[in-house]
């Protein structure tokens, strides 16, 4: 028997583009989840690392230099760590407000970070899967649809489904 095909896109699986991410933190009300503002992979290579204010009553801040955010935790007037300046709602604000990402807390975002994080890597972002015609395919049980062309930045080109029966 013979195969008739032609392959449209390079991909083995057809993806839609994703944004790289990571998250920091734990708990309900204790996760903050920072995404990249661009779509592809070149943002997996950014970085989040959060330190422990040195010094009394210094302010919970971010920078974001060279694919790195550092969050600096901040402390109260004997330079211990303040959970009031601490809480994952206000980290979230603050890594908010650097431009190339956002970042949004967990459930109430209550949760203070008490400790310092090691440096942790974004990742996951990726480009779409193109083609340049409507395509599908059939990867076992799972059918891959594109209705129109799908662009390297596309989101939500490529559909999904199960084949439940033929």
Request: proline residues 1%; glycine residues 12%; hydrophobic residues 35%.
């Amino acid at each position: 028997m013979r195969e008739i095909t032609q392959k449209w896109f390079a991909s083995s699986t057809p993806t839609n583009a994703k944004y790289a991410s990571v998250d920091i933190g734990s708990g309900d009300n204790g996760v903050v989840t920072v995404t990249s503002d661009t779509l592809g992979t070149e943002e997996n290579s950014y970085t989040i690392e959060v330190v422990e204010g040195s010094g009394n009553n210094v302010d919970l801040s971010a920078t974001f230099e060279d694919e790195a955010i550092v969050v600096i935790l901040g402390t109260d007037g004997v330079g211990a760590l303040d959970g009031t300046k601490n809480t994952a709602t206000l980290i979230a604000g603050a890594i908010d407000d650097l431009t190339g990402v956002s970042a949004v807390a967990s459930g109430t975002g209550a949760t203070a970070f008490t400790a310092a994080i090691s440096e942790k890597s974004f990742d996951g972002g990726s480009y779409a899967v193109e083609t340049h015609e409507s395509a599908f395919m059939i990867d076992g049980s799972t059918i891959y649809i594109a209705e129109n062309p799908v662009s390297k930045f596309d989101t939500d080109g490529w559909k999904t489904g199960t084949l439940t029966s033929i």
